[in-house]
């Protein structure tokens, strides 16, 4: 059973560190707690010593305590996993830069592993461009940064910022990896094509089925890339590669193809794209024009014949009419192991909404309905089936 040190920074998320802790208690763990200062501000280092049955360690030069240990050298080297629940932004901003002026930011500098950091603050401090460059240099140090949530916060602000639910958090780190070891590409938003340099042909997607289904993959444990076309939601957290037009989405899809266990194409693709780029904005000097199309490549259909007897392709249909014969059609056509399904007529769930209700066709004729679920639920939905497919394929059963 690995020992978790949890550092907890001076933010109102602090309550929901004492949850995170008990969590891990539960679970059998050993945990040990270093507060900042103005952590002590929000909780009492009580709470979490009650919690923990452990001493929560906060000055750095507490003379006479325990004059046999040298706290940040000891702890540093005795936790197996280390966790920073909430991180705020100046706490961060010092770790990102090396700076030591507190028990908890020179434990970090001991430790010699990848911290967990949960950031919690302001919607405006954490778009700041200091708080997000110290992120991003954290990620590059080979943390790992659990993105915050969207939602009210405690300042009444609305936006992201939130610190991660504990639960969430737990699940993160101790809970089930059924995806371990398994390459995942999971392709998402729309496709754009150009027309000239300011217009293009698109298609209505947020890229929130993709993401999520990228996002979930990661929690339970898979190696996941995401081929991202134009999104209106964050990647951030995820490895991505950003394309503009359906040519670039198969060309960066067929690259990985060969190391992919489960391939999960939720992009919504142009279909056609004009047959002659104009370099110079095309005037509007007639009342009427026609622009020339011709048909984009058909990724799935394309990269079909390539497609290993061990390896899963899950595809997408959204439909406006006849869902369920326009679905089996395509899962043919694209040689899919099943096809997700949804109607698009409906304006309560699919595009943009944080809710979906879809049918699933399998290959082998079966159907699984979803009814209304959040967007994270089907992607749940989606994971765990194609896993299924994957262990049966691989004889992993
Ligand atoms: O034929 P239709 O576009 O409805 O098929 C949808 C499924 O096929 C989705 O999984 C989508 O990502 C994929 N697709 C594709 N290449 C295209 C168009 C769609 O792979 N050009």
Redesign the pocket.
């Known amino acids: 059973m690995p020992n978790y040190l949890i550092g907890v920074t001076g933010g109102i998320a602090c309550y929901k560190t004492i949850t995170l802790c008990r969590l891990l208690m539960k679970a059998g763990h050993d945990v040990r707690v270093i507060m900042t200062d103005n952590a002590c501000k929000f909780v009492t280092p009580l709470t979490f010593e009650t919690i923990t049955r452990n001493r929560a360690y906060v000055d750095e030069f507490d003379a006479g305590l325990a004059p046999d240990i040298i706290e940040h050298i000891d702890l540093a080297n005795w936790a197996d996993e280390f966790v920073i629940a909430p991180a705020t932004a100046n706490s961060m901003a010092k770790i990102a830069n090396g700076i030591a002026d507190n028990l908890l930011t020179s434990t970090v500098l001991v430790y010699k592993k990848p911290i967990v950091f949960s950031p919690a603050m302001n919607v405006d401090m954490y778009a700041n461009v200091a708080t997000q460059t110290n992120l991003k240099r954290l990620a590059e140090m080979g943390h790992q940064i659990i993105e915050p949530g969207v939602g009210e916060m405690a300042c009444q602000a609305e936006g992201k910022g939130r610190m991660a639910e504990p639960e969430e958090i737990f699940q993160m780190l101790c809970g089930d990896m059924p995806l371990e070891g398994v390459n995942i590409l999971v392709?998402a938003g729309p496709t754009v094509e150009p027309i000239d340099p300011v217009r293009y042909i698109s298609n209505r997607s947020s890229g929130k089925m993709g993401v999520a289904i990228a996002k979930k993959a990661m929690a339970m444990g898979a190696n996941v890339k995401v081929v991202a076309g134009p999104v209106s939601v964050s990647l951030e957290g995820l490895n991505c590669v950003s394309v503009q037009t359906?040519d670039e989405m198969l060309a960066a899809v067929k690259a990985d193809l060969s190391k992919v266990n489960i391939l999960i194409?939720?992009?919504?693709?142009a279909?056609y794209k004009v047959s002659e780029y104009s370099d110079k904005k095309i005037k509007k000097n007639s009342e009427n024009m026609s622009i020339e199309l011709e048909k984009?490549?058909?990724?799935?259909k394309t990269i079909a014949s390539d497609k290993d007897v061990k390896q899963v392709f899950v595809?997408?249909?959204?439909e406006s009419n006849d869902v369920r014969e326009n679905a089996l059609k395509?899962l043919d056509a694209?040689n899919l192991d099943f096809i997700v399904a949804n109607d698009i007529s409906r304006e309560d769930i699919g595009f943009e909404t944080d809710q979906n209700e879809v049918s699933i066709y399998f290959s082998d004729g079966t159907t699984t309905e979803s009814g209304k679920i959040e967007k994270s639920k089907v992607a749940e939905l989606i994971l765990s089936n194609a896993l299924k497919l994957y262990k049966a394929k691989n004889g992993t059963v």
Do not use: R
């Open positions: 392709t359906a194409m939720a992009a919504a693709v279909d984009n490549p058909d990724i799935l595809g997408f249909a959204a395509k694209k």
